[in-house]
């Protein structure tokens, strides 16, 4: 199976690596080893009613190796970087601050730029520090700038902080005075397949035939044997190299074709985990809890000022709630890449600057993102026109004290497979804790067996996590679609609360912050 980056979706997810070591039951096929499999050319599987050429507009295309030693480079000086917590500190924001904090924008941008150039050339970079002359480097600087931006889209879980340095920094270089002092403009168009491909007349590469079965997601399934799995792995790269051979040019030569059908395959794979995720806890709510006739003791009816619920609703009404914000985060999820680039060109825009504001939670970075919210609202539009009616506030927020900025509001909605995530593994381990004495006996004894525990986890977080809580008052809390997300993080910041809590220890869940990516620490 393939994943991102080389992380196991199960370390993504914040489970030990290892925790959970089935095997794979053989398959009966498996006896004819003169069996085989007919070359399987899939048809293009849409996201949603987006076609292969117009996701591809937004999809990074895959790092070279030598992009990722600069990669390093950068994550590295944005690491040891304390350039947000300096310049947006309260004493450089209130009373006689401002000179300073200009002063220590330019400060930190300088020594930003000027640690890549050293790093690289010596030499070079102590006349930079001389002369702080940018101009001569702009072209290295924005290329380097813009694979870091590359690889944060097609990785969200990774570069936490550092991505967050980074676009608070461009935007910094945005203002009129820093930019008349810096003379240097370090934005540039992300690489995406579709340009790269545009650019040398090679777009029917993504209507061949051939393109579905190079792109596909072979994933772990259990039905299928090893030697079936490995088949459909050679079937993958067998089509990669046909398509290679096929359309190579003096001027893109196929590697640079692979590297683009690679990352396609690896938008596939990072889909394949953010959406399915949600895709099964929706079926977990449909199957088990019948919208019209609650089951005893699993009652999914919420009421405001119970167990901190600000939402008062009804157990179909609560229902077809969470069936609306799960449907609704994996239409984001679907449309995730093309939701970043969008909030990328809010945050980077020039001509819209942020204000800083107190927000109730510090001072933030408060900046209109037109382009994201019309996509947000695009989305939700769709989702609405197919339902009889929409329960709870539609309301976006985005660019207020809410959600201060485009970056907050990708943030948010980034973390959605880090919350469902660590839920379905542990739904699915407590079969595999059924086979042992010990923990068959403890689920039993204490929940009634493992049903009625997978039952009572849902249940539970179907309430408590959709019901409005979880903002620091009651004004700001409820069913808005910024607030859904809200109540969720509210959840699984109390899971150590919850009587079945030691279940998903059991299952190897060390948190749903995991090594990398976003989420509050503890």
């Given amino acids: 199976a393939e994943y991102m980056g080389g992380k196991c979706e199960l370390e993504m997810f914040g489970f030990k690596a290892g925790f959970l070591n089935n095997k794979r039951t053989t398959s009966k096929d498996d006896a004819d080893e003169g069996e085989s499999l007919v070359v399987e050319k899939e048809k293009k599987k849409e996201t949603g009613s987006t076609s292969l050429r117009e996701r591809c507009k937004y999809i990074p295309v895959r790092l070279e190796l030598k992009e990722r030693k600069l990669l390093r480079l950068v994550e590295s000086s944005l690491g040891v970087n304390d350039y947000t917590t300096t310049v947006d ?19 930190g941008i300088y020594a930003l730029m000027t640690s890549l150039v050293v790093a690289l050339d010596y030499e070079k970079g102590q006349d930079l520090v001389k002369s702080r002359e940018f101009s001569t480097y702009e072209e290295f600087l924005r290329r380097t700038i813009e ?16 991505y967050g340095k980074l676009i608070y920094l461009l935007q910094d270089m945005n203002i009129e005075q820093i930019q008349s002092d810096l003379d240097l403009n370090c934005v540039i168009p992300i690489k995406t397949v579709y340009s790269e491909l545009e650019s040398h007349g090679l777009l029917k590469i993504l209507d061949d035939e051939l393109a579905a079965a190079a792109t596909q997601v072979v994933e772990d399934d259990k039905t299928l044997s090893r030697r ?33 059908l690679y990352s396609i395959s690896d938008n596939n794979t990072y889909l394949a985990q953010s959406r399915d995720v949600i895709s099964v806890m929706i ?43 799960l449907t609704l985060w994996r239409d984001v999820s679907d449309h995730m890449f093309r939701l970043w680039s969008l ?26 993102a037109p382009r994201t919210y019309k996509a947000m609202e695009d ?32 943030d948010k909605y980034a973390q959605v497979p880090r919350i469902l995530g660590p839920i379905v593994i542990t739904l699915n381990h407590i079969d595999v804790m059924m086979k042992a004495s010990v923990t068959q006996q403890y689920i039993e004894t204490a929940f009634g067996g493992a049903d009625l525990l997978k039952k009572t986890i849902l249940c539970d977080f179907f309430r408590s996590a959709f019901d409005g809580s979880g903002a620091d008052n009651f004004f700001e809390a409820g069913s808005c679609i910024d607030g859904r997300l809200t109540s969720a993080w509210n959840w699984c910041s109390q899971l150590e609360k919850k009587p079945f809590y030691p279940v998903f220890k059991l299952a190897g869940f060390t948190g749903f912050d995991g090594s990398d990516g976003f989420g509050p620490r503890k």
Avoid at 147 to 162: C, Q
Wanted: aromatic share 6%; hydrophobic share 30%; proline share 4%.
């Fill in 89 to 107: 500190g309260v004493d450089m924001i209130t009373g006689k601050g401002a000179a300073r904090r200009t002063h220590a924008q330019l400060e």
């Fill in 147 to 162: 694979l870091v931006r590359r690889h944060k889209i097609m990785n969200p879980e990774k570069m936490r902080s550092e």
């Fill in 228 to 260: 079936q799995l490995q088949q459909k792995i050679k079937m993958k790269y067998q089509a990669i190299d046909r398509l290679a051979e096929k359309y190579q040019t003096r001027a893109f030569d196929d590697e640079r074709i692979k590297q683009c």
């Fill in 283 to 325: 079926s977990h709510l449909t199957q088990q809890f019948p919208p019209d006739t609650p089951e005893e003791g699993f009652s999914l009816a919420i009421e405001e000022g119970v167990n901190q619920s600000r939402l008062s609703h009804s157990h179909n009404k609560q229902y077809h709630y969470i069936l609306q914000s």
């Fill in 343 to 368: 909030a990328e060109e809010d945050l980077l825009d020039p001509n819209s600057l942020y204000q800083l504001q107190d927000t109730g939670q510090g001072y933030q970075r408060v900046q209109p």
């Fill in 379 to 410: 989305i939700l539009g769709k989702i609405k026109s197919g339902l009889q009616e929409w329960v709870g506030s539609s309301v976006i927020h985005l660019g207020d004290r809410n959600v201060p900025n485009a970056l907050m509001f990708i």
